[in-house]
DNA sequence: CTCGCAAAGTTAGTGTCGCTAACATATGTT
DNA sequence: AACATATGTTAGCGACACTAACTTTGCGAG
């Protein structure tokens, strides 16, 4: 039989988890709904409140399961994160359509978009940066990470007039991204009380895309 | 008998150990003990590879020992950080020795000194500011940081030759904050590679205060 | 001085977790 | 149809955070 009994799981799924419970003996995809499994309960329960066990609960399988489909926990979180920063990439580039090209109005809606990107998907965001050394320094994730800088890097370029990236180029995306950087930190971190509504974040980031870029 | 055998723990002890380890049944201090195990162990493996445990085998006790100090791990924790924070707001204020009222040069000073003990002590560091939300929300240690970034409040506002705290420099200090705080990051993290030297941290700093200082 | 009690240790045990080993079942190739 | 392999299972190990119940110690009141 294919699905006999099975009792102590949840036979009726919602149809939001269709996606990451199995059906029978096999799961289907079983390392895509982990992975699926992973992103929600980080961004649940933050990193630290991550465990296996809870991802292997929520997919529906046993807790040995994920070992045949990833090495450890931390390969799972590698994982899930790898497939966040390129939805962040994505939203990166959207965020660029429709303004022209050389305004630094560009540079502005990136860091708008990296911000944002930090407070929605803040578990991600923590577990890329937030952890210790060597927790996730995985070089797949680094090399994603500088592909993302590119990006900055090339409308910074443009701003300043310049076709190539220069020490100074670099050094003012070092500054921006040093600034986006630590403004996600401190508004998930509820630092900042009094940046209220979104307008004003606006002019905050413009504000320091001027600064940044002025000579 | 006092001192009778108690062979499981070195009995010679290092005396780079001696103010932790224990003599007889009772410690001496073991709060401030394991307050200090904390702190080298959280130094040493990073936060997540803390257990109390650890703590308990170097301060040389049982590992139910610490619940008649501590509530649990996260309030040993806290507890290693407030510590932290109080020799971080002194180094702060230590950094401004010598330096003109007024000038520039001071807001540098203090970024520096921000990014020196980031680096330095950065296992508290990232306990304080990477961490998931709530995972050291203590109103102390919220009190604590808040005391802190009075005194770059204090000397964004005589820059500007103002005596009083406006929103104008509440908001250029949130932007010096947010500066340093991801630059601390990033450098922590080793994702910006070229900066070499100190004099090149130096420039860069004092770049950065001049930029945001600007109107 | 000693009696008693609270403070500060101990041992033993629970439940959870990450992970492994050994076994079971499904899938696809020949 | 048969086998090899991929993918699941159960059982169990060692580490961990934390608790309960017991023991030792220091100390103040009589």
Redesign the interface.
């Known amino acids: 039989m294919k699905t006999g009994k099975k009792s102590q799981t949840l036979e009726v799924v919602a149809p939001d988890e269709a996606a990451l419970r199995k059906s029978g003996y096999h799961h289907g995809d079983l390392r895509a709904g982990l992975i699926e499994a992973t992103r929600r309960l980080v961004e649940e329960k933050?990193?630290?409140?991550f465990s296996v066990s809870d991802a292997c609960r929520l997919a529906g399988v046993s807790t040995a399961a994920p070992y045949k489909h990833f090495k450890d926990k931390n390969e799972m979180l590698v994982a899930m994160v790898m497939e966040g920063m390129a939805r962040h990439r994505d939203n990166m580039l959207a965020a660029l359509e429709g303004i022209p090209k050389g305004s630094p109005d560009r540079v502005t809606a990136l860091g708008k978009e990296y911000v944002t990107f930090a407070l929605e998907e803040?578990?991600i965001f923590?577990l890329k940066?937030?952890?210790?050394?060597d927790?996730l320094e995985d070089p797949r994730l680094q090399a994603a990470?500088e592909q993302t800088f590119d990006i900055v890097l090339d409308e910074v370029a443009a701003c300043l007039g310049l076709d190539e990236i220069t020490?100074d180029v670099?050094?003012r995306g070092?500054?921006l991204?040093?600034?986006?950087?630590?403004?996600?930190?401190?508004l998930?971190?509820k630092?900042?009380a009094?940046?209220g509504g979104d307008g004003e974040m606006d002019l905050?980031l413009s504000?320091?895309s001027r600064?940044?870029l002025?000579d």
Request: hydrophobic share 40%; charged share 20%.
């Open positions: 933050g990193p630290d409140g803040n578990g923590r940066f937030g952890g210790y050394t927790r990470g020490p670099r050094r070092f500054m991204w040093s600034f986006v950087h630590g403004l996600s930190f401190l998930a971190d630092k900042l009094a940046m905050f504000d320091i600064r940044v002025s």
